[in-house]
């Protein structure tokens, strides 16, 4: 890849902090205390309850329990592939955890057209104007790194998403109807013979707040449920609080 290309995929990774899809901030009652969740036929478990206070005793394997020590949260595999997305997840938090996920790493963030696809088919019908705000957030990006407002990724530049770490929990009184999924997710750009570039936008926070309607998860910001959102403990793979506050680590289903 030219010089000039790779500085517009540093540039690209630079201005990723402009573009929030989802910013929904809730907050509720821990994974492991949904109800009314089917992801037993996964195989799939939530992680262990983040609710009780370990005790303080050395002796408690839990009182220095981390993210990095503790059981991944295994993602469910898609059954399919629609309008630029893996689908078929469960109803239930696992469903959800991997709905975003999945989501969020193939999004289309720097071209509007497949952005608009995939945002189409799984923003809920109830989020009124959600799409085209979003959309009208990848076109700012585009411009925002020299890009033409409409189009694609440019020729020469991949660039890929990688979630680390997960934190769900269901808002208050939804009865786990409505969940709110932190990632933590780093992004990178790839030249055209495939090495990496030297830079990636790393650690970043984003959230998505979606509820199970028609089959399948969807992500909306209707206000009542907008209204309850809260903030999650920033993410540190090494620190107990971030444990305790409900982040675990990632792993794909094979």
Same mark, same amino acid.
């Given at each position: 890849?030219?010089?000039?290309?790779?500085?517009?995929?540093?540039?690209?990774?630079?201005?990723?902090?402009?573009?929030?899809?989802?910013?929904?901030?809730?907050?509720?009652?821990?994974?492991?205390?949904?109800?009314?969740?089917?992801?037993?036929?996964?195989?799939?478990?939530?992680?262990?309850?983040?609710?009780?206070?370990?005790?303080?005793?050395?002796?408690?394997?839990?009182?220095?329990?981390?993210?990095?020590?503790?059981?991944?949260?295994?993602?469910?595999?898609?059954?399919?592939?629609?309008?630029?997305?893996?689908?078929?997840?469960?109803?239930?938090?696992?469903?959800?955890?991997?709905?975003?996920?999945?989501?969020?790493?193939?999004?289309?963030?720097?071209?509007?057209?497949?952005?608009?696809? =995939?945002?189409? #088919?799984?923003? +809920?019908?109830?989020?009124?104007?959600?799409? !085209? @705000?979003?959309? $009208?957030? %990848?076109?700012?990006?585009?411009?925002?790194?020299?890009?033409?407002?409409?189009?694609?990724?440019?020729?020469?530049?991949?660039?890929?998403?990688?979630?680390?770490?997960?934190?769900?929990?269901?808002?208050?009184?939804?009865?786990?109807?409505?969940?709110?999924?932190?990632?933590?997710?780093?992004?990178?750009?790839?030249?055209?013979?495939?090495?990496?570039?030297?830079?990636?936008?790393?650690?970043?926070?984003?959230?998505?707040?979606?509820?199970?309607?028609?089959?399948?998860?969807?992500?909306?910001?209707?206000? =009542?449920?907008? #209204?309850?959102? +809260?903030?999650?403990?920033?993410?540190?793979? !090494? @620190?107990?609080? $971030?444990? %305790?506050?409900?982040?675990?680590?990632?792993?794909?289903?094979?």
């Amino acid at each position: 890849m030219s010089d000039s290309k790779t500085r517009k995929a540093r540039l690209t990774l630079a201005a990723l902090g402009v573009l929030v899809v989802g910013a929904l901030i809730g907050g509720g009652v821990t994974a492991a205390t949904l109800l009314g969740g089917d992801d037993s036929k996964s195989g799939n478990t939530p992680p262990a309850p983040t609710t009780a206070k370990p005790s303080a005793s050395s002796s408690n394997p839990l009182a220095t329990m981390t993210p990095a020590k503790a059981r991944k949260f295994t993602l469910q595999k898609p059954t399919g592939q629609k309008d630029g997305l893996s689908t078929g997840f469960s109803k239930g938090p696992v469903g959800a955890v991997s709905t975003a996920v999945y989501f969020w790493e193939e999004y289309a963030f720097l071209d509007d057209q497949k952005a608009r696809q =995939q945002l189409n #088919a799984i923003v +809920s019908p109830d989020a009124e104007g959600y799409v !085209d @705000e979003q959309v $009208s957030e %990848v076109r700012k990006l585009r411009e925002q790194v020299g890009l033409p407002p409409s189009g694609g990724t440019p020729a020469g530049i991949t660039f890929s998403t990688s979630v680390s770490a997960v934190r769900v929990t269901s808002l208050k009184g939804t009865e786990g109807k409505i969940v709110q999924v932190w990632m933590n997710y780093d992004r990178y750009a790839t030249k055209a013979d495939g090495t990496p570039d030297g830079d990636s936008f790393k650690d970043q926070d984003t959230d998505l707040l979606l509820k199970w309607q028609n089959g399948g998860w969807k992500i909306t910001n209707e206000p =009542q449920y907008w #209204a309850k959102r +809260s903030y999650a403990h920033a993410y540190f793979p !090494d @620190e107990h609080l $971030s444990w %305790v506050d409900g982040w675990r680590q990632v792993g794909h289903a094979d």
